[in-house]
């Protein structure tokens, strides 16, 4: 693992590590000999006071200074000991420290001690690696023999002291050490950059600390062992400066294990970043190289929803099946060129390959040495991959499972290629850590992903997937759906056909996000249908809306899991191309914009509304006489509102993307939406435009008059005119029974005064009127209107009936007939379809 992870992660140092123990070099006898400053500082003695004394003379206790007598008399030569122990200071106080005491070898065959000791208050607890000696000493047991590399170097920094655990460590030999520098024992820049640290401490008397360096190894071995040596100048009784004492602990396994938390800890916070299945995929994959792997790759199977062909639907190639797709790739090498199939690209393997044994077993597949010996297995079964291996020098495997859920996903590959070293059992370990890490990611991705994808199944399908404003309008639309963990929100629209040729216009947003919110739109969407066919004003729309909203929230079970109470914001507006007038009312939603035929936008001042689903305060419509050939825009927040951007600031842009009057309507929808969305939505985006079109005076003709059944033949005549005029005269005869019919049913219904029977009281007079009024548009409309507001219904008379019979028969002439009130009033009216030509 060695450097390269120490620039994957970096793991931080503890403040311990700034501890420096005291340092004294003692000879054969007990004597000291050499005396370092962070010596003087613990127990106060200076080097003149104590080199050529006894070194027992500073311990306070009897059973401490027959231990010191014991190791002198060498009773414990060659094997070190390390244990807690009393010094005195000079100012008659204890010192409770921790002593470790190592026998070292030098030229002249006689045998030095070297003496650490820690003041216990600085050591508290001590993590595996800390200081050079004394924090992997508080791990041993007492009176053990810690496995500590000492050097004594003179003021030339030549070798004259080393204990046997430096050369167990270091890598340089005995033979080679002695007498020698560090760079003549071990030439290269390591030994020189050591070296120049010895001068320091040489020249300045302060300790360098925990100084990293890489063991002296073959360079097969390189990589494979870390050391941290400090260094403390050692002074003779008279100040003089006999030579820099090295101390170094082997920190490699306790490195390692530093770095693989450092990396779990890395994986926390870089893999699984979105919901997005191939880039967790890549996460896993970037992470492991060059930490653990040189070549890693991370293959998925069928089962997860990548938005790519199934596997199932390809067949095999060269004998190979097509187990898995690629979804992560990584290398040291730019490109990656080990790689046979590119990210997204299905992966074929033989059907009895490592691979599908880790994907049929769940159990991880562990070849530290590869066999890429001619005519090996490989060959046999795989000879394109077979040549990856020898052209990249693979020689080390790790095949792991993605486990989620009982499941396998897939798999993820570990090779080795530049790093000599073979995998190991802790390689492996970890490797299954940072998989399951990302198992848990990724099963998260593919549970979003479905839900993604059936909540944009069921809003496609609610959505209306033709809509059309008819002679009213023209309209264009965009919708986006969010691209957030939270998942699609509930942005619905429609255009919806009205009677006399308008049209309404709709736009909400359901609150929350995900298939629920997609379901509540469609309920809410249907509801809306229905109250719109009933031709009620905007504001009385929402009312019923709203009241239809709490209904929904009251029917449901509090107990189901993820119900909320159901809330959402609603715009509705109807427009007439008749009188170019447009009646709105909102609840809760971002007010429409209007655009008129030179470009100038404005947001007129609608009353706001309560959201839908809160029963809190009444709707209010607004009516707007509109230039023909405006533009009214209508949009959901997730277009104009963001994280790092408030609503106001977003309907300013709005605005000036929507002054473009030289686009056309499609492309001006498009413009705006790319000028205003931001990368990825964090909600769902809408836009619904809808530039107005009027009727010409020759498509409508209107007449009044005396409520009055004299008056019906009157009516009829006009009517049959008027259907010649426009070249209708095959809709004549249908279109007179049909005006017959609706006057009559106003002269007896619809002032409140008719008996029934076609007769009027007294108190019917002549200034009661009934309105006619024929439109053509997509469709030939009749309308008929009187100052009544009972609403007409269909009738099944018997045989024996006198009456009864009008609106059955209007219902077998026309394409759909209904009603509608107006402030004084109300209107009948009825579709016929028109001829192609018309």
């Known amino acids: 693992m060695g450097s390269s992870a120490e620039t994957a992660v970096s793991a931080p140092r503890t403040a311990l590590d700034t501890v420096c123990p005291a340092i004294a070099l003692l000879d054969s006898r007990g004597t000291v000999v050499g005396w370092s400053q962070t010596a003087q500082r613990l127990v106060g003695y ?8 006894s070194a027992g003379v500073l311990l306070a206790a009897a059973d401490d200074r027959a231990k010191a007598s014991r190791t002198a008399r060498g009773e414990t030569r060659r094997c070190a000991w390390s244990d807690l122990a009393r010094l005195r200071h000079r100012d008659g106080r204890g010192i409770d420290v921790r002593l470790c005491v190592s026998s070292l070898s030098g030229q002249d065959g006689g045998d030095w001690w070297l003496v650490c000791a820690t003041d216990r208050t600085l050591l508290p607890t001590w993590p595996t690696e800390a200081t050079v000696a004394e924090p992997l000493l508080a791990t041993l047991p007492l009176r053990s023999c810690p496995p500590i590399g000492v050097v004594v170097r003179d003021t030339r920094l030549r070798c004259i002291q080393v204990n046997d655990t430096q050369g167990s460590k270091d890598g340089i030999p005995l033979r080679r050490r002695l007498g020698r520098r560090l760079t003549e024992a071990a030439p290269g820049r390591e030994a020189e950059t050591l070296e120049a640290v010895m001068h320091q401490v040489l020249e300045s008397g302060d300790p360098a600390i925990n100084v990293d360096y890489q063991a002296f190894l073959p360079v097969k071995e390189r990589g494979g062992r870390t050391l941290t040596a400090s260094y403390f100048r050692l002074d003779d009784a008279r100040g003089r400066v006999l030579g820099v004492c090295v101390v170094s602990v082997d920190v490699t ?17 870089r893999i699984g970043t979105t919901l997005d299945v191939m880039r967790t995929a890549q996460e896993l994959a970037a992470l492991a190289v060059p930490f653990l792997a040189d070549y890693a790759t991370v293959d998925l199977a069928g089962s997860v929803p990548l938005g790519k062909e199934p596997l199932a639907h390809l067949g095999p190639r060269d004998g190979r099946v097509p187990a898995f797709r690629r979804a992560g790739l990584a290398s040291v090498h730019p490109g990656t060129p080990e790689s ?17 044994g880790v994907l049929r077993s769940g159990r991880s597949h562990f070849e530290p040495v590869l066999d890429t010996s001619p005519g090996s297995r490989l060959d046999q079964l795989d000879p394109a991959r077979a040549q990856k291996v020898r052209e990249h020098a693979m020689h080390s495997l790790m095949v792991v499972p993605i486990h989620a859920r009982g499941a396998v996903l897939g798999v993820a590959v570990f090779v080795r290629t530049e790093d000599p070293r073979p995998f190991e059992e802790d390689d492996l370990l970890l490797a299954e850590e940072l998989v399951s890490w990302a198992a848990l990611a990724l099963d998260n991705a593919r549970q979003y992903a479905r839900e993604r994808a059936a909540a944009l199944a069921l809003q496609r399908l609610l959505h209306p997937h033709h809509p059309t404003g008819g002679s009213a309008a023209e309209v264009a639309w965009r919708y986006l759906p969010a691209d957030s963990h939270h998942g699609i929100g509930g942005d619905w629209f429609d255009v919806i056909p009205l009677s006399g040729a308008r049209v309404a216009l709709v736009v909400g947003d359901v609150v929350g996000h995900g298939i629920n919110a997609a379901a509540k ?28 909203v709490i209904r929904f929230t009251e029917a449901e079970d509090p107990r189901s899991p993820g119900i909320t109470m159901m809330a959402a914001t609603c715009l509705y507006a109807v427009y007439d191309p008749v009188t170019r007038v447009c009646t709105m009312a909102r609840a809760g939603h971002p007010p429409p914009a209007v655009i008129d035929p030179r470009g100038h936008v404005t947001f007129p001042d609608l009353p706001a509304g309560a959201p839908l689903g809160l029963g809190l305060a009444p709707f209010e419509s607004v009516a707007l006489e509109l230039a023909e050939g405006s533009v009214l825009a ?6 104009v509102e963001g ?36 990368e990825p939505p964090g909600d769902d985006v809408t836009l619904l435009l809808a530039r107005t079109r009027s009727l010409s005076a020759d ?52 002032n409140g005064h008719g008996n029934g029977n076609g007769e009027c009281h007294s108190e019917c007079g002549s200034d009661r009127t009934v309105g006619l009024r024929l439109i053509r548009h997509t469709m030939l409309t009749c309308e008929v209107s009187d100052a009544g507001h009972s609403h007409p219904l269909v009738r099944h008379p018997r045989s024996t009936d ?8 209007v219902t077998q002439l026309s394409r759909r007939w209904g009603t509608r009130h107006i402030p004084d009033g109300k209107i009948i009216w009825a579709d016929q379809r028109l001829p192609a030509r018309a």
């Open 521 to 548: 739109m469609g309920r809410l969407r249907t509801a809306l249908h229905t109250l719109a066919d009933t031709d009620m004003p905007p504001d009385e729309v929402l009312s019923r809306l709203d009241e239809q």
């Open 643 to 678: 994280r790092h951007q408030d609503i106001s600031t977003g309907m300013n842009r709005l605005g000036r993307a929507l002054a473009r009057p030289g686009l056309t309507l499609d492309g001006l929808c498009s413009t705006t939406v790319d000028r205003l969305r931001v």
């Open 253 to 269: 396994d306790g490195r390692r294990a530093r770095e693989r938390l450092a990396v779990l800890g890395e994986a926390s916070r």
């Open 46 to 53: 200076s080097a003149a006071e104590v080199v050529g004394r």
């Open 802 to 809: 006198e009456h009864g019979r009008g609106l059955f028969l």
């Open 634 to 639: 209508f949009y959901t927040d997730g277009l």
């Open 340 to 356: 046979l199939f590119a990210r997204g690209e299905p992966v074929f393997v033989p059907p009895t390959s490592p691979f599908t």
């Open 699 to 750: 498509q409508v003709a209107s007449w009044r008059f005396p409520s009055d059944p004299a008056a019906v033949g009157s009516a009829r005549t006009l009517a049959a005119r008027q259907l010649t005029q426009w070249g209708l005269d095959h809709l004549a005869e249908s279109t007179e029974l049909i005006v017959s019919e609706l006057f009559t049913n106003a002269i007896i219904h619809g």
